[in-house]
């Protein structure tokens, strides 16, 4: 497990990406924390540091986003995902089977459906700005 401090955006971004350069594909990661916690802005870090260029947003409504970048990244918004079906109306159980990275947000409404061996992240609020980023599964 490695524990991380961020007092920025800015600095979540960072580590996101530097994460980033341990992932080769097929890796599902699963964010646990609540509303504004920096999911979001950590999956931004996470594009940038796998190559995406373009901008990174909350797929809330759309469920999904597409990053087309090396590996793939999807990013997965599971918010209003109550269901087994609703899950499987997502694409989800497809997109974990064509290599790339999944970032899932509110991963907590999904947990009996992680691969055992997914990368677990966890935001938990230190103040305004600064957070304490969990990393369990993978060695940074």
């Not at 497990?1 to 994460?19: C, D, G, N, Q, V």
């Not at 699963?30 to 797929?59: D, N």
């Not at 899950?87 to 989800?92: M, V």
Request: aromatic share 12%; net charge negative; glycine share 12%.
């Amino acid at each position: 497990m490695e524990r991380f401090i961020s007092h920025s955006a800015a600095e979540t971004e960072a580590f996101a990406a530097r994460l980033a350069g341990k992932l080769s594909g097929g890796e599902v990661i699963a964010y646990f924390g609540g509303l504004g916690m920096g999911k979001t802005t950590f999956t931004r870090g996470l594009a940038q540091g796998l190559g995406w260029e373009g901008e990174v947003s909350s797929p809330t409504f759309a469920l999904v986003h597409e990053y087309r970048c090396s590996p793939p990244l999807y990013h997965f918004d599971m918010y209003r995902v109550t269901s087994f079906d609703d899950l499987y109306s997502t694409g989800f159980f497809d997109y974990m089977e064509n290599g790339g990275v999944l970032a899932i947000e509110w991963s907590e409404n999904i947990e009996t459906a992680l691969p055992e061996d997914c990368i677990r992240i966890s935001f938990d609020r230190l103040g305004d700005e600064e957070r304490e980023i969990t990393v369990e599964g993978l060695a940074l």
